[in-house]
């Protein structure tokens, strides 16, 4: 265990969850969205923003830059003023390159208003390789050079500044889509992007360079093809909600026998989650105001996930989806296609008393870039097995909420270290957990 009492959640479990709370705009759009606002001189305002530490690593990333930033938590208002933008010291954007993985996506806006960019290392959740190598290779293609040798991270210009190109991605990775979405809206000419990721945040994130003035296609084969404009203008935009968080909470009420109404919650984001969730056993109801989580009582049903990028079952839902499948009357399988290093947060579960079996073979039918490659990708549940609290340090994000359901359904008292990387992700979890009647502290 760590040194640092704050960083340390007391649980007592064994008690459901049950209550109502708000879940606001995705992790993984808002944070795009506001670097999105560096492309246009003039005001941007984000609506229905989540109060994440991320939201606060971009703000300090854009104001490092420049850039004015106004950030309302209690009403969930970010405004950025990217009237004035320059070059940020190297030293200062280094303090914060391990906080995120953001700082890459700053490539093409800079290069548009400013000629060059500097990316700093980069950080991010341990759960598996991320490289960069895609978005590094669409700025070339681009017309951008990338100076990799720099002592403190990778030096990008475009002399002659960014033209339109044909650029496909081996795997629709969400990152390089975004990437590409951000420096081709501005380049001179047009660019396809085949074999692109098409997640609903991807989608939003189309939706605010839109209203930006960018012309962005989409075919139903993963292709987008933009036709770059001189100039773009601020946007006011609502955030679409978090699914992840929003599944997440869904999760918690399947493992702790509890009934959660998750304020906020969207179907139509959800809807292979909410497939899954209703073979295992959950019920769950949607209404015009969010969707309504529970567990009827009785067993609950052993199933074979495979995660795939969207519309799959999307990676960020199975974490916590372990912890109630640990609970099933049987035999569940888990095949984890995206991240190659996902299972490491099941150990606790394991020595909480889960039965947990990792295997290299891909135990499912989806293509797999993992399958000669040595990894745990995936997992065999037996369930139900009781679980027993325990000390847990959270591993990253996704596998430190999972820990924190695991030790709510748990008898007994745990010590979860390490919460922190959990507030990058999940908006005052702490308040929310003492709504639902959680006994934490």
């Known amino acids: 265990m760590g040194e640092n009492e704050n960083d340390v959640l007391h649980v007592e479990g064994g008690k459901p969850l049950n209550g109502t709370i708000k879940v606001r705009g995705a992790k993984n759009f808002v ?20 109060e994440i530490r991320d939201v606060h690593v971009v703000s300090d990333l854009l104001r490092l830059h420049g850039v004015d930033v106004d950030v309302d938590g209690a009403n969930g208002v970010v405004t950025i003023d990217a009237s004035h933008v320059q070059l940020a010291d190297v030293a200062d954007v280094d303090t914060l390159s391990g ?132 100039e773009l203008k601020g946007y006011t935009h609502t955030s679409l ?71 799959g079952f999307m990676t960020d839902w199975q974490q916590p989806l372990v912890v109630a499948l640990t609970q099933a009357n049987g035999l569940s399988i888990v095949h984890e296609t995206v991240y190659e290093n996902r299972f490491g947060f099941t150990k606790p579960l394991v020595q909480m008393g889960a039965t947990i079996q990792l295997y290299r073979e891909c135990l499912g039918s ?16 037996f ?15 996704r596998g430190g909420f999972s820990h924190l359901i695991a030790a709510l359904a748990a008898k007994g008292p745990s010590n979860v270290q390490g919460i922190s990387l959990i507030d990058r992700g999940y908006a005052d979890f702490r308040g929310k957990l003492h709504q639902l009647g959680a006994d934490i502290d």
Not at 165 to 190: C, D, N, R
């Open 31 to 50: 944070s795009k969205a506001m670097v999105a606002a560096l492309l246009a001189p003039g005001k941007s305002v984000l609506k229905n923003v989540p």
């Open 99 to 230: 906080s995120s993985r953001i700082p890459i996506l700053f490539s093409g806006p800079l290069i548009h208003r400013l000629g060059e960019a500097f990316i700093p290392a980069l950080g991010g959740c341990n759960i598996g390789g991320r490289p960069i190598d895609f978005h590094l290779e669409t700025l070339r293609k681009l017309g951008a050079n990338v100076d990799k040798e720099h002592k403190d991270g990778i030096h990008i210009t475009a002399p002659n500044g960014l033209k339109g190109a044909k650029i496909h991605l081996p795997y629709p990775s969400v990152g390089a889509t975004e990437q590409t979405l951000l420096a081709a809206v501005l380049a001179e000419g047009k660019t396809e992007l085949s074999g692109a990721a098409i997640e609903p945040e991807i989608m939003d994130l189309v939706a605010v360079l839109q209203k930006m003035g960018a012309i962005i296609s989409v075919d139903v084969d993963r292709t987008f093809r933009i036709e770059g404009v001189k």
């Open 241 to 311: 909600t978090d699914r992840i968080e929003a599944a997440s909470w869904a999760s918690a009420a399947l493992a702790t026998h509890g009934d959660i109404f998750v304020k906020g919650a969207t179907q139509p984001e959800m809807m292979t989650f909410l497939n899954v969730f209703r073979k295992v056993g959950g019920e769950f109801d949607v209404t015009d105001k969010g969707i309504r989580f529970w567990h009827p009582g009785g067993d609950l049903h052993p199933v074979a996930i495979e995660t795939d990028v969207h519309p």
């Open 366 to 381: 989806l293509p797999c870039r993992f399958q000669q490659r040595n990894y745990k990708h995936s997992a065999v549940i």
């Open 383 to 397: 369930g139900p097995t009781p679980l027993t609290g325990r000390d847990i340090d959270v591993p990253d994000l």
